[in-house]
């Protein structure tokens, strides 16, 4: 029986899509990088940057700092985290969860200052327990630590009682590395088939479908 849900935030909760894509512009543009194409930016919305910063974007090592700082200087100090909007329904699913005494958690890959202060701002900070995320020095970094953060800041939670809600294959191998189902989701930046292939439980494709999901396991 599920009791406790964690939800990924960028592309699961949050359309953040905007506010990543113009920072990681910028990052790239000062440092003489072409500009890849939409496509491409969108597969870093989600990631840790230490994947798609020299895996996607092709940045070198010896840019990779400062390249994060630019891009955090332009999303956290200068707000472009606000340009983001929480997708339809969710909100509506979060009430009606914490309604029926599930506990939630945030569980992302996204810093977590900058997930509390985003989250706070859209306004549905409260639905949450704890609110787990990367640490800015990288030591937590990965959905397999963040989801094992989860775990010791709810000691109490058991993993067959606990789900992860999430829309890239980055959630379903940290999920199933962390011996937890996932809940796989359509709306947002991963791909049904990614999905599919890194082990996903199940694919939704609406809100409510994960509402009703959770309620009948």
């Known amino acids: 029986m599920i009791k406790n849900v964690y939800f ?3 592309g699961t909760l949050v359309d953040s899509a905007p506010g990543i894509i113009e920072g990681l512009k910028i990052a ?3 440092y003489g990088y072409d500009i890849p194409d939409f496509a491409t930016l969108r597969k870093c919305v989600g990631p ?3 994947y798609s910063f020299p895996n996607i974007l092709h940045i070198k090592e010896e840019h990779y700092q400062d390249a994060v700082a630019t891009y955090r200087h332009y999303y956290d100090d200068e ?5 983001a909007k929480v997708y339809a329904g969710i909100e509506e699913v979060l009430a ?3 309604k029926r005494g599930y506990c939630l958690f945030v569980c992302t ?3 977590e200052p900058t997930a509390r202060k985003l989250l706070k701002k859209l306004g549905i900070d409260h639905y949450f327990t704890d609110i787990c995320g990367a640490t800015l020095d990288a030591k937590i970094d990965t959905k397999t630590q963040v989801i094992e953060l989860c775990f010791r800041r709810a000691p109490w939670h058991k993993r067959e009682e606990t789900v992860l809600v999430g829309d890239t294959k980055y959630d379903a191998q ?7 189902d996932c809940i796989g989701i359509t709306w947002g ?10 082990g996903a439980s199940v694919i939704l494709d609406y809100p409510d479908e994960v509402l009703d999901y959770i309620e009948a396991n």
């Open 8 to 10: 990924d935030l960028d």
């Open 28 to 30: 790239l543009t000062k």
């Open 48 to 50: 840790p940057f230490t």
């Open 79 to 83: 707000n472009g985290m606000f340009n």
């Open 96 to 98: 009606d969860l914490v």
């Open 109 to 111: 890959s996204k810093p």
């Open 174 to 180: 940290g999920a199933k590395q962390s011996g937890i």
């Open 189 to 198: 930046f991963g791909s049904r088939w990614d999905l599919e292939d890194a």
